[in-house]
């Protein structure tokens, strides 16, 4: 029996890998897991009665794209979050979560014949796995201190431009908290015109900053009168709202794009259930746990400034919920906090890949701020002591 070869050359997932490389060894203290961005705060506390009163529309196929009220909520939270007004109809659909997204938004608008597909590195592995699906070439491109940790997709050559088809950008990033700033988007958005590719801005970390909204790509595509069609922008409830077991998320496109979108998903999608389309409309339509939330992290960034003061290239992130920390070599970090500390921390190099025999992650690791203030304070001060002493 024959298989498909186009993913071999993908390494196993992050988390199967850590698990290889650390459980092999007992922890050195009092377990702190800081590894997966899974966020720990309280969800908002309406949605046990939101699905409360829904429960009988669990008997009831859910409405593919989304429901009317859900679309408007939509609609309704980018109108305050960007200015940017869209129609419900043709514009926006729920998903499954963003990674559903991120994955099928390629499958149903990347071309035939071999095209590029632009992808960060380090980067949110789905990515990688929609180009190799799609049979497109992956072209990683290093997003690094040297480039503001995002990628400088102009810099690439003409003739790669000229066959890229998608190019992906994530902001705030993941791992390396970095925004793109409105120029950022608006020189994007120029060469996407030039070369003739789509952008799909992962949006999924913007709810949680410091002091300043991040940029979105719907504002400078309005601001720079960008094509529509240019653009998917993906949202989630998973970090704005603490609901990552929800699996509720959006993507926001023109109307050609959004049409392919929703025929693939008729087939091929799994819609929400009712009762959860429920609950995201009225997440969409609350900004006060948001907020609450916000101020948790924001407590948590000024706890990493503290404990990591002094510490050359430490320190909270613009935005997002990650650290993305500087070592020697990560993968050997990761093990020697493990086995004298019992702080659990992620590889840089498992979200990376190596091009021309370097990985940009290979010497980091990546810590996520989604324990309580307690726990994040004690394990961050753990990490330090053991690191960087």
């Keep these: 029996m024959q298989f498909p070869r186009r993913f071999t050359a993908l390494p196993d997932y992050a988390f199967p890998r850590l698990r290889a490389l650390l459980d092999r060894y007992e922890p050195g203290g009092d377990v702190v897991h800081m590894t997966i961005g899974e966020p720990r705060h309280a969800p908002p506390a309406f949605v046990g009665d939101v699905l409360s009163e829904h ?6 196929y859910p409405v593919n794209e989304g429901t009317p009220e859900l679309r408007s909520a939509f609609c309704d939270w980018v109108a305050r979050r960007y200015a940017v007004t869209l129609d419900p109809e043709t514009r926006v659909m729920a998903l499954n979560g963003t990674r559903e ?6 499958v149903a608008l990347c071309p035939e014949g071999g095209p590029v597909v632009l992808v960060p590195n380090p980067f949110y592995q789905v990515y990688a796995v929609a180009a190799l699906a799609m049979a497109a070439e992956p072209v990683y491109v290093p997003a690094t201190a040297d480039t503001g940790f995002l990628p400088d997709y102009g810099a690439l050559a003409p003739e790669i431009l000229d066959r890229t088809a998608i190019a992906y950008v994530c902001s705030p990033a993941n791992p390396q908290g970095a925004v793109a700033s409105e120029a950022y988007w608006r020189d994007l958005l120029a060469l996407a015109e030039r070369h003739d590719f789509r952008i799909f801005a992962d ?4 709810e949680i900053y410091r002091d300043t909204p991040p940029p979105g790509i719907l504002a400078a595509a309005e601001k720079a009168g960008a094509d529509p069609e240019r653009i998917v922008a993906f949202h989630s409830l998973s970090k704005r709202s603490n609901l990552p077991g929800l699996r509720s998320g959006m993507a926001v496109a023109g109307p050609q794009s959004m049409a392919r979108m929703r025929q693939l998903r008729a087939y091929a999608g799994a819609p929400l259930p009712l009762p959860i389309q429920a609950v995201s409309a009225r997440c969409w339509q609350d900004e006060a746990h948001v907020e609450a939330s916000r101020a948790r992290y924001a407590a948590k960034f000024d706890i990493a400034d503290a404990v990591f003061s002094g510490v050359e290239g430490c320190g909270a992130p613009e935005a997002g919920f990650f650290l993305w920390l500087p070592v020697e070599d990560g993968e050997a970090a990761a093990v020697r906090l493990w086995r004298e500390t ?6 840089g190099a498992y979200l990376s890949r190596e091009v021309d025999g370097r990985s940009p992650g ?3 690791i990546r810590v996520a701020l989604v324990a309580d203030e307690d726990e994040t304070r004690a394990g961050l001060t753990a990490l330090r002591d053991c690191l960087y002493s």
Excluded: H, I, T
Excluded at 101 to 106: D, E, I, Q, S, T
Excluded at 342 to 347: D, E, N, T, Y
């Design 55 to 60: 429960l009988d529309d669990f008997r009831r």
């Design 101 to 106: 997204g991120l994955f099928n938004a390629a």
């Design 203 to 206: 949006e999924c970390y913007s």
């Design 342 to 347: 019992g702080v659990r921390v992620l590889p």
């Design 362 to 364: 290979g010497q980091y």
